[in-house]
């Protein structure tokens, strides 16, 4: 019988910029396809109504506005009837909510296949932002019925509203990455999450719009909240009203700044979230 010693294997994730883990992405897609089901059926697991809380939720929040904001408060709506109005720029606005939430949770709820078997960690927080566009696609039924409502058809620009989304889920990955890191660390980023979400939905144009802004220049800077880019691009390519114009291009940047540095952020701690979490 050998007394030599067994051979030891060491798995560690890759480091610095190559790669930034986009191959290992790609060979783990079933992995990721499955953590994405996980995470779909795990919220409505023995839930009465299912999938009808993607539905009463933006109806509850723009019945809401539609009174407080529209009927009480006169806000303009660019000459779109308020309820519409409210609802173009709730979807977005929860599409972007919930996946921030659902990605900054990720890795504690995955502790136990954290401490157990070697993946790209990233796999985990993508599926939860990817997770939560089911429920904006149920919710997006109701928009179109209260566009028939209204007698609203979208024009042209509705070929944009990809974009627009994409600037949404890019934003809630890159702040959802930052916030997945540390929330392993630190225990109190799920305090700050609602206070965090709360502030940044009053900072958005949702109940009001970004043309009340008076000048191009203050628009620009007000473009800097990525979410404002993409809640007034998606409400523009949907039910009309101006177009975003100059919130765009800031809008864009800040949310590829944000996600370049959330990855970076991200693999940085990668090899100690198994040890910490």
Excluded: C
Aim: glycine share 6%.
């Amino acid at each position: 019988m050998s007394d030599a010693p067994l051979p030891v294997t060491r798995i560690e994730p890759p480091r610095g910029w190559n790669p930034l883990a986009l191959g290992e992405l790609v060979e783990y897609r079933e992995l990721a396809a499955f953590f994405v089901w996980r995470d779909i059926k795990v919220r409505y697991k023995q839930t009465a109504l299912g999938v009808t809380w993607a539905l009463l939720q933006p109806i509850a929040t723009m019945v809401v506005f539609s009174v407080v904001f529209g009927r009480l408060a006169h806000v303009p709506s660019d000459g779109v009837p308020y309820p519409l109005f409210a609802l173009a720029g709730l979807l977005p606005w929860q599409l972007f909510s919930s996946a921030l939430t659902a990605s900054a949770g990720s890795l504690v709820s995955s502790a136990g296949l954290l401490t157990k078997v070697y993946f790209p960690r990233l796999v985990v927080p993508l599926a939860a932002v990817m997770a939560t566009f089911v429920d904006f696609l149920v919710s997006l039924a109701v928009l179109a019925g209260l566009m028939a409502y209204y007698h609203a058809a979208p024009g042209a620009a509705v070929v944009t509203l990809p974009l627009f989304l994409a600037l949404a889920l890019t934003t809630a990955l890159g702040v959802g990455l930052w916030f997945a890191a540390l929330n392993v660390r630190y225990r109190d980023v799920q305090y700050v999450m609602p206070f965090l979400v709360q502030v940044w939905l009053f900072a958005s144009p949702v109940a009001y719009s970004a043309s009340m802004i008076p000048s191009a220049r203050w628009r620009a800077i007000y473009g800097l909240n990525p979410m404002a880019g993409a809640i007034q691009g998606f409400r523009w390519a949907l039910v009309g009203g101006p177009a975003p114009g100059a919130i765009v291009w800031p809008s864009v940047a800040v949310a590829v700044a944000l996600l370049v540095s959330g990855v970076v952020f991200f693999k940085r701690f990668e090899d100690s979230f198994a040890d910490v979490v």
